[in-house]
């Protein structure tokens, strides 16, 4: 082999080489910024899948908040106004007469505020079998407006009574009360004016 073309084979390999060395180190900060681009990508991708979750998740509480809301306004139309709880005594006489029971008494006890309703309590003293008190219970809970009974105590009659017991109980009706508007808040109050200096005296 001459040695001209040995030189030409030797100079290709370096060229060669300072090609490969060149593509190497151009590529290598390419390759850095293709590696924080995926990392950005990866980021970015789980960002947008968990806003895709928080819609997802605010459209199925979007729903739910409906139906709860449409069931709450159900259950204020069963709940007694100011007008009904006043006609509570009349009700349950007339519901006692139909049962065939004898109301003996009853005293209006103090309101009982709450957050959303207030109770309007009554005590109750009846006369009855117990059969008939059942009945009487049942016909409470058909009552179109929701009222309660509670704290029933019942006492049994001795000797020849008509009645078989003594009852008293609790009868309760709640009354909505719709969360009252927050007040407008005050006026601000205008600063004061700084008071104006008062002329000079003339000189003489």
């Not at 605010?58 to 204020?76: D, P, R, S």
């Not at 109301?103 to 003293?125: G, H, L, M, R």
């Not at 927050?182 to 005296?201: F, H, I, N, Y």
């Amino acid at each position: 082999m001459n040695s001209q073309l040995q030189k030409q084979i030797l100079i290709g390999g370096l060229a060669g080489i300072l090609i490969t060395v060149l593509t190497w180190v151009f590529l290598g900060s390419k390759r850095t910024e293709l590696v924080a681009l995926k990392s950005n990508i990866e980021t970015l991708q789980k960002e947008v899948d968990k806003g895709y979750q928080l819609k997802a998740n605010y459209e199925k509480l979007k729903v739910e908040v409906a139906q709860q809301e449409k069931l709450i306004e159900e259950l204020i139309k069963l709940m007694p106004t100011d007008t009904d709880k006043g006609e509570i005594p009349y009700r349950i006489k007339k519901l006692a007469d139909l049962a065939g029971i004898e109301q003996v008494s009853f005293n209006v006890e103090s309101a009982i505020k709450k957050d959303y309703y207030t109770e309007y309590p009554y005590t109750f003293a009846f006369k009855a079998g117990y059969h008939s008190f059942g009945q009487f219970t049942s016909q409470v809970s058909g009552y179109e407006k929701i009222i309660n009974v509670s704290e029933m105590q019942m006492k049994r009659e001795t000797g020849k009574a008509f009645w078989s017991a003594g009852i008293t109980c609790r009868i309760s009706a709640f009354v909505y009360n719709p969360t009252p508007p927050k007040p407008p808040p005050p006026p601000a109050t205008p600063s004061a004016a700084p008071a104006k200096a008062g002329k000079k005296d003339a000189g003489d």
